[in-house]
C-alpha cells in the first residue's frame, strides 16, 4: 500500500508566551504549520494576531516559548518570510513607481550601499508578473487604485523568494469585488508557497483557506477546517463579539437552547444547520 508522504513542517511553535512591558498577549500557543498549507487566522480585536507575526517576524522577542521556521531560530528562519501589513502609509505626491516599490523587498537581500543586481531585477519582474501588475512598473503608486496597491505590497513580498507568506487583513481597504480579484489571488499562489492570514472577512475564511485556528490569548487550532462551538466560544466569548466580525447569527444555539450546535464547519458556500 502507497504510503502518504507527510508535508514539511515550515513553522513550529511551542509553548509560545509574548507580549509587551511584561504582561502577556500570548500564552502557551501552540502549533505547526505544514508546507502549503493556507491558515486563517480569526479572533476579537486584541486577541493577539498580529503580536504572533512580530513575533514570526522576528520583531518581537518570545517572553518563553520555541520557534523554528524552516527547521531554523527565527533570527535565521525569518528571511524565508514574506510579510504583507494591514496598511503601508505612503504619500500620494512622493514620485514612487511601481517597480521601486516592489523592489524594496530585495533591500534586506543585498549588502548595504550595493546596487541591485540582475538577479534582483529578475526576481522583483516575476513578482510583479505574478501578481499582473508589470505593465504597471512605471506608473506612480499614488495613482493606483486601493487593490492595485495591495498587489503591489504582495509583489513586493513576493520578491524576497519566499516560502512562507504571512498577511495581517489584507483586504482590509478594498471593496468586496476587489477583495475576491486578492483572494484569488492568493489561491494561486498557495500552490507554491505556505500561506498565513489574519483576516476578519469571514466569507473568506470559509470559500479560500485550507485550515482556520482562533486566537484569543491562547490559540485553538486542530490542522482542518472546522470551527466547532468550542472554539468560537473560547476565541470570542461575546457573541456581539462574533456578530461584529461576520459570523452569521445561526452558528448559535437556538435562543433558549444551552446545548452546542450540531454542525460548525465552513464550507465554500455551505450553510451550518442548528
Known amino acids: 500500500?502507497?504510503?502518504?508522504?507527510?508535508l514539511q513542517e515550515v513553522i513550529s511553535i511551542r509553548h509560545l508566551w509574548a507580549g509587551y512591558d511584561h504582561e502577556s498577549v500570548l500564552e502557551d500557543v501552540n502549533m505547526s504549520v505544514r508546507e502549503l498549507d493556507f491558515i486563517g487566522l480569526?479572533?476579537?480585536?486584541?486577541g493577539g494576531k498580529t503580536t504572533l507575526l512580530k513575533v514570526l517576524l522576528g520583531l518581537l522577542p518570545p517572553?518563553?516559548?520555541a520557534i523554528e521556521v524552516m527547521g531554523l531560530p527565527i533570527k535565521e528562519g525569518r528571511r524565508h518570510i514574506g510579510y504583507v501589513p494591514q496598511t503601508v502609509a505612503f504619500d500620494r505626491e512622493f514620485p514612487i513607481s511601481v517597480w521601486d516599490v516592489a523592489r524594496m523587498g530585495r533591500l534586506g537581500r543585498r549588502r548595504?550601499?550595493?546596487?541591485?543586481?540582475?538577479?534582483?531585477?529578475?526576481?522583483?519582474?516575476?513578482?510583479l508578473r505574478q501578481v499582473d501588475m508589470l505593465d504597471l512598473r512605471d506608473r506612480p503608486i499614488g495613482d493606483l487604485s486601493g487593490g492595485q496597491r495591495q498587489r503591489v505590497y504582495i509583489a513586493r513580498a513576493l520578491s524576497t523568494r519566499p516560502k512562507i507568506l504571512l498577511l495581517d487583513e489584507p483586504t482590509a481597504s478594498v471593496d468586496p469585488k476587489v477583495s475576491t480579484g486578492i483572494y484569488e489571488l492568493l489561491r494561486q499562489l498557495n500552490d507554491?508557497?505556505?500561506i498565513?492570514?489574519?483576516s476578519h472577512d469571514m466569507s473568506a475564511i470559509a470559500s479560500y483557506v485550507k485550515t482556520v485556528g482562533c486566537l484569543n490569548r491562547h490559540l485553538f487550532y486542530h490542522e482542518d477546517k472546522e470551527l466547532d462551538a468550542e472554539m468560537l466560544e473560547l476565541a470570542y466569548q461575546c457573541?456581539?463579539?462574533?456578530?461584529?466580525?461576520?459570523?452569521?447569527?445561526?452558528?448559535?444555539?437556538?435562543?433558549?437552547e444551552a446545548g452546542p450546535i450540531a454542525v460548525h464547519q465552513l464550507h465554500h458556500h455551505e450553510e451550518v444547520e442548528v
Do not use: C, K, W
Request: glycine content about 10%.
Open 63 to 65: 517572553m518563553r516559548g
Open 1 to 6: 500500500m502507497e504510503q502518504v508522504q507527510e
Open 196 to 198: 498565513v492570514m489574519i
Open 112 to 127: 548595504l550601499l550595493r546596487r541591485y543586481s540582475t538577479e534582483d531585477n529578475e526576481f522583483v519582474a516575476e513578482a
Open 239 to 256: 457573541p456581539i463579539d462574533l456578530l461584529a466580525h461576520g459570523v452569521p447569527h445561526r452558528v448559535f444555539p437556538q435562543h433558549g
Open 192 to 194: 507554491h508557497v505556505t
Open 42 to 46: 480569526i479572533g476579537p480585536n486584541g
